[in-house]
């Protein structure tokens, strides 16, 4: 079986014997860095307008971060992958205790996080760890020398096994420290740090310096994967110059994944809010009322078949996909699911939740994106971008929430892209959390990853 432990490799690893081109798919499967892993160890341990869905103005699409599904990169063999896995289930179905076998602790999800690196796609991957973790095989389990698969992914460079295993792993275990005290994210930004020294070496050959940027690309979605999975950007200590160096290398990809959070929000708000846009829709011009009433008593009338709780879990699971397990995730998951809400029963129709522009009094104004958020308190907010007085949209509320992030570590002025009304800077998003009330200081808490106990 593809990765699989020495004791059921004689059967397992056949697979790999379809052709040359899937023997060449294993060969490069193998370690290339020749004692990369303990290279790093050592390191480290040395203290070295109108629309029918909400939009974000402005936001490049292209910002969005990787899914399971679309990311770039180099493939192995991609056609005999979905053959991969037809055997890789055959051979389980026979026996199950494959997945389970271990050489001196190491199960299945250790070698895929060793030797997977960047060569397979998040789809194989999730096909490949799905399979084995189903069948018995521990995510969590430590092997010889005290690594768990995590660890390892971050340690060899395998970005789509450490995405995998961090949608599935509780927080303690995405920041859970191996023998030398070091995190899973401290352990990739070391990878980083030495890799950006070897860049600026000036004896790095040309050919090396190709290898050693696609590697650095690997561990930066690893370090951004972690990131969204709730990895704890304090455990890298800055009391060195090394450390300090590697704690603003990670900062730089969570400038990303921030950058990416208030587009992967708006997503997740449409999609909760499309089944009920389409009844409101096919509703509308059913109704035996005037062409100005209509729409808002379709979208009244769908309401009593919203799934609000439905639609709540699939919002905070879809946002999930850029941040989960944090305070910046609950804040933003519970004002997404009260949006959802606000929208439904409040708002009178899909006009008033998406906002755009309306004739008032032969002149053409802008209507802002629904505003379901009061403000407790004084609204300091200077007049000239205040849509409505002590009321604030989504987008204000979560680009506040990115905006305190921005300050908690430090991240250099503009480095978080509003992404709408950038004409009036951060002004109208001058507010603090606790205005928002007792709700949103201390929301619901999303829903963690699932235990990953066997």
Avoid at 341 to 353: D, F, G, H, P
């Amino acid at each position: 079986m593809w990765l699989a432990p020495l004791d059921a490799g004689v059967v397992l690893c056949s697979c790999w014997c379809l052709s040359d081109d899937t023997q060449m798919a294993s060969a490069a499967m193998a370690d290339s860095d020749g004692g990369n892993a303990d290279d790093v160890a050592e390191e480290e341990h040395s203290g070295s307008g109108q629309a029918e869905q909400l939009d974000l103005d402005g936001v490049d699409r292209g910002m969005a971060h990787e899914t399971a599904d679309g990311e770039e990169g180099p493939q192995a063999a991609n056609e005999y992958e979905p053959v991969l896995m037809s055997m890789y289930r055959r051979l389980v179905r026979r026996d199950r205790t494959l997945a389970t076998q271990r050489d001196h602790g190491v199960n299945l999800v250790h070698m895929a996080a060793m030797k997977a690196r960047g060569h397979y796609p998040q789809s194989f991957i999730d096909s490949y760890l799905d399979l084995v973790t189903a069948n018995g095989a521990d995510m969590t389990a430590a092997d010889g020398g005290g690594w768990t698969p995590l660890q390892s992914a971050a340690l060899n460079g395998s970005p789509y096994v450490a995405d995998y295993l961090g949608r599935k792993l509780p927080a303690a275990d995405i920041n859970r420290r191996d023998h030398y005290s070091s995190t899973p994210l401290a352990r990739a930004a070391v990878v980083v740090d030495l890799r950006t020294q070897l860049l600026q070496d000036p004896d790095t050959t040309k050919t090396n310096r190709n290898k050693i940027r696609a590697e650095m690309d690997n561990y930066k979605r690893i370090i951004r994967s972690l990131l969204r999975a709730g990895a704890d950007i304090s455990s890298i200590p800055t009391d060195t110059e090394g450390r300090r160096r590697r704690r603003q290398l990670v900062l730089t990809e969570y400038t990303t994944v921030l950058n990416e959070l208030g587009l992967c929000v708006m997503a997740a708000v449409n999609a909760a809010l499309s089944p009920h846009r389409s009844l409101a829709a096919l509703l509308t011009p059913r109704l035996a009322v005037g062409p100005q009433e209509a729409p808002i008593f379709g979208w009244r009338i769908a309401s009593y078949l919203f799934d609000a709780d439905a639609a709540a879990s699939a919002t905070t699971e879809a946002i999930g996909e850029s941040v989960r397990q944090t305070e910046l995730a609950r804040r933003v998951c519970a004002a997404a699911v009260r949006f959802v809400k606000s929208a439904v029963y409040q708002a009178s129709s899909n006009r008033e939740v998406v906002g755009g522009t309306a004739d008032v009094g032969g002149q053409v104004v802008r209507v802002p994106q629904l505003q379901c958020f009061v403000l407790e308190g004084v609204d300091s907010r200077p007049p000239e971008v205040v849509h409505t007085h002590g009321h604030v949209g989504l987008r204000e509320v979560v680009h506040r929430a990115r905006l305190d992030e921005a300050a908690k570590w430090g991240l250099a002025d503009g480095a978080v892209v509003k992404g709408f009304n950038a004409h009036l800077g951060d002004a109208d998003c001058q507010f603090t959390w606790q205005q928002l009330g007792a709700a949103l200081q201390q929301p619901t808490p999303a829903p963690a990853a699932p235990a990953a106990t066997q």
